[in-house]
């Protein structure tokens, strides 16, 4: 997911270049709206791996 978030600011990156303004903006909240959920989902499975993992010691 944090790929296809890349992607998209790499292509709204290059369609702000070449003055696609509405190509740049379109794929610019795709890829905020993508790393937004690879956040939310990163914090709930440390989350679930934090309160279900067995000690040690």
Do not use: E, N, Q
């Amino acid at each position: 997911m944090l790929k296809l978030a890349l992607f998209f600011l790499v292509i709204s990156l290059i369609a702000g270049l070449f003055g696609f303004t509405g190509i740049s903006a379109v794929s610019a909240g795709i890829a905020k709206i993508l790393f937004f959920i690879f956040i939310l989902a990163f914090v709930v499975f440390l989350l679930i791996a934090l309160l279900t993992a067995k000690t040690f010691f």
